[in-house]
């Protein structure tokens, strides 16, 4: 079984400084992990996504994410927050391999402050 | 191409009433998904569809029936409405089960149960 942890429910940083949203993961075999933002009164949209290869991901809006198989982490990181990014972000994974479903995390809120 | 579609997008119920939501995706998506959204709970698996004519139950079925009436149109049943039932549901869509294929989420369907 898979599981993901978003330490924190929410987040808020200044316009211009670094996004950090943490990300953890639990799978018993390699995983595919995805990150995911919803923003107000709309559906979920992909931001990225790590499968195989290069352990640094580019997604979308000048996001990026790192997988670090030693800590089972995913974190999300953004060099500039702009007042766009104010959203929910999703953390999820599903096992390598097989015809699985997505476990998703609780969710981590960001607010960006002018 | 419209993606993934839900109907209705607002829906007030009383208790004991059922309702059908209604799901439609036009990507040629081979499964689909019914998802449960409340605070701090993140998404919650209801029922899933591999692949047309087939269905399986997720994280939290209960209450809830699905039919995959064709590849295109997942439905989501409520028999008897309970307020517990009250949440925001997202219909998904996937060239294939989870793995490296990313999930396209519909707009929502937000559900007050009284």
């Known amino acids: 079984a898979q599981s993901v942890t978003q330490l924190g429910s929410h987040v808020s940083v200044s316009e211009g400084a670094l996004v950090l949203l943490r990300c953890n993961y639990s799978?018993?075999?390699?995983?595919?992990l995805f990150w995911y933002v919803q923003y107000p009164n709309q559906g979920l949209q992909l931001l990225l996504k790590?499968?195989?290869?290069?352990?640094l991901v580019k997604g979308i809006n000048g996001f990026e994410a790192e997988f670090k198989k030693s800590e089972t982490s995913f974190h999300l990181t953004k060099p500039s927050a702009h007042m766009s990014d104010a959203a929910e972000y999703f953390c999820?994974?599903?096992?390598?391999?097989?015809?699985?479903?997505?476990?998703f995390g609780k969710g981590i809120t960001l607010s960006v402050r002018p | 191409n419209a993606g993934v579609t839900q109907t209705p997008k607002f829906q007030v119920l009383k208790t004991g009433q059922s309702m059908t939501l209604q799901c439609a995706q036009d990507?040629?998506?081979?499964?689909m998904y019914w998802y449960r959204q409340d605070p701090g709970m993140g998404l919650r698996l209801i029922y899933y569809?591999?692949?047309?004519?087939?269905?399986d139950k997720g994280e939290v079925p209960n209450g809830y029936n699905v039919s995959r009436l064709n590849k295109r149109e997942f439905s989501l049943r409520l028999e008897s409405a309970a307020p517990s039932q009250t949440s925001v549901y997202f219909c998904?869509?996937?060239?294939?089960?989870?793995?490296?294929?990313?999930?396209?989420f519909g707009p929502g369907t937000r559900l007050t149960v009284t």
């Open positions: 569809s591999a692949s047309e004519g087939t269905t």
């Open positions: 998904a869509s996937s060239e294939q089960g989870g793995r490296a294929h990313e999930q396209y």
């Open positions: 799978s018993s075999v390699p995983p595919y």
């Open positions: 999820a994974v599903t096992p390598y391999g097989a015809n699985s479903k997505l476990t």
């Open positions: 790590y499968t195989t290869g290069a352990t």
């Open positions: 990507m040629n998506h081979n499964s």
